[in-house]
T-cell receptor
Framework: QQQVKQSPQSLIVQKGGISIINCAYE??????FPWYQQFPGKGPALLIA?????SEKKEGRFTISFNKSAKQFSLHIMDSQPGDSATYFC????????????FGQGTELSVKP | GAVVSQHPSWVICKSGTSVKIECRSL??????MFWYRQFPKQSLMLMAT?????????EQGVEKDKFLINHASLTLSTLTVTSAHPEDSSFYIC??????????FGPGTRLTVL
């Protein structure tokens, strides 16, 4: 019940295309869903996050879509660029757990020029 | 965001020695810090939650006597890997919690145990 399942494991997209990464969870007590971007040898960087009372959040080229009934959320990267090539992690947490993040398995995105 | 530093960025040590990794919150006082480890091509696994002035809370399966965590101030938490062995080689990353949910990560420390 504490798991967050992420797919696909890897993704290849052409420059200018849309990258879509999906995550699913079971525990309805999760109330915070962030996405992180990680480059090789670096720590993860917070990209964008959403709470269950909102169905969509957009920041620049990054959009989170949230489907509470399906217990799924996804990251859309519009106009993907080679510089977006990185590993992306979704995560979930519960406020009453002191902010502990449960991470998905990660998606390695490669954007081809 | 928040600015988090880690020191050292990489370390190589001999089997049986201890290694200390520092995590600093540079732009705000963090009552809660987290320690993760990450193996190549894998996700982040939470090791422990570090609260300033109290004992760390370890995740199931993490040996508290092997991974000593000290959160002595609101800007510094340390992770000491005691009697390190090759299987402890990993990427160790700390994070700080500013609001109850938002976590900002440090750049990580690559530990290699020979």
């Amino acid at each position: 019940q504490q798991q967050v399942k992420q797919s696909p494991q890897s993704l290849i997209v052409q420059k200018g295309g849309i990258s879509i990464i999906n995550c699913a969870y079971e525990n309805t007590a999760f109330d915070y869903f962030p996405w992180y971007q990680q480059f090789p040898g670096k720590g993860p960087a917070l990209l964008i996050a959403i709470r269950p009372d909102v169905s969509e959040k957009k920041e620049g080229r990054f959009t989170i879509s949230f489907n509470k009934s399906a217990k799924q959320f996804s990251l859309h990267i519009m106009d993907s660029q080679p510089g977006d090539s990185a590993t992306y992690f979704c995560a979930a947490s519960m406020g009453n757990q002191g902010g502990k993040l449960i991470f998905g398995q990660g998606t390695e995105l490669s954007v081809k020029p | 965001g928040a600015v988090v530093s880690q020191h050292p960025s990489w370390v190589i040590c001999k089997s049986g020695t201890s290694v200390k990794i520092e995590c600093r919150s540079l732009d705000f006082q963090a009552t809660t810090m987290f320690w993760y480890r990450q193996f190549p091509k894998q996700s982040l696994m939470l090791m422990a939650t570090s609260n300033e002035g109290s004992k760390a809370t370890y995740e199931q399966g993490v040996e508290k006597d092997k991974f000593l965590i000290n959160h002595a101030s609101l800007t510094l938490s340390t992770l000491t890997v005691t009697s390190a062995h090759p299987e402890d080689s990993s990427f160790y990353i700390c994070s700080v919690s500013r609001l109850i949910d938002e976590q900002f990560f440090g750049p990580g420390t690559r530990l290699t145990v020979l």
